[in-house]
């Protein structure tokens, strides 16, 4: 079986927000998918149930996961919660996958596909206890900034998916699109503040290698709490 890095875009969306990467993955990385799904790999066409997955545990959505590293993090030091990590690359997926066996971690699942598609189409209401979005492409060009994944039409879809008292937490490197994210979400009447402007960095945050690469730029790292009414 073969593996490809690409995602289809969902026809009633529109625009991407993510970049699409072409290309054959390895054999470890097919062998590494192949083996977890059904268990650990979450089918991106099956409406998620939370109960079935993970029965009463608290569920939090980590989208754009990356390679893994900030989610196994966070998994290993709250096993009283369980992640669904997003992201639309493979060899992302894979080796988070490979993280969560080198951790023996059971709280972890994974989905290989476009959380907007997905969240539109797949997750019922009222049922995340928490959502997280760390360092999403910025899209710096002006020409881009409709590519932002945070946007007013994606909010309402979080905050219809997210149970009251559900917590929203973004973080960037990029202050135009911290401010950016600091309007949208401002603007959004079914969620407050934490806190008056950015929130102080949590202790609990791991790093990830896009955060620690902005630091190396210089960049201020800039985290936005926000709790549903």
């Known amino acids: 079986m073969s593996f490809t890095n690409s995602p289809k875009q969902d026809q009633k969306r529109g625009i991407r927000t993510f970049h699409a990467r072409q290309g054959r993955i390895s054999p470890l990385t097919a062998k590494t998918i192949t083996s977890h799904q059904g268990s650990f790999i979450l089918d991106p066409q099956a409406p998620f149930d939370p109960i079935a997955t993970f029965g009463a545990t608290p569920v939090i959505f ?61 997750v019922p209401t009222d049922c995340l206890d928490g959502v997280r979005i760390y360092f ?74 896009y955060e620690s690469a902005g630091i190396a730029k210089g960049h201020e790292i800039f985290d936005l709490i926000f709790r549903r009414t």
């Open 136 to 209: 999403p492409d910025p899209w710096p060009k002006a020409r881009h900034n409709k590519r932002r994944l945070i946007q007013p039409d994606f909010v309402r879809l979080l905050v219809s998916a997210m149970k009251s008292g559900a917590t929203l937490h973004c973080a960037t490197d990029w202050q135009p699109y911290a401010e950016h994210m600091l309007k949208v979400l401002t603007n959004c009447s079914e969620l407050t503040n934490t806190v008056q402007d950015f929130a102080p960095r949590p202790q609990w945050r791991p790093v990830t290698r």
């Open 62 to 122: 980590d989208i754009g996961c990356g390679f893994g590293e900030a989610t196994t993090a966070m998994a290993t030091a709250q096993p009283e919660i369980a992640i669904v990590a997003f992201d639309v690359h493979v060899r992302g997926i894979a080796r988070l996958l490979q993280e969560v066996d080198h951790g023996n971690l059971t709280n972890v699942r994974a989905l290989n596909t476009d959380a907007v598609s997905y969240l539109n189409h797949m």
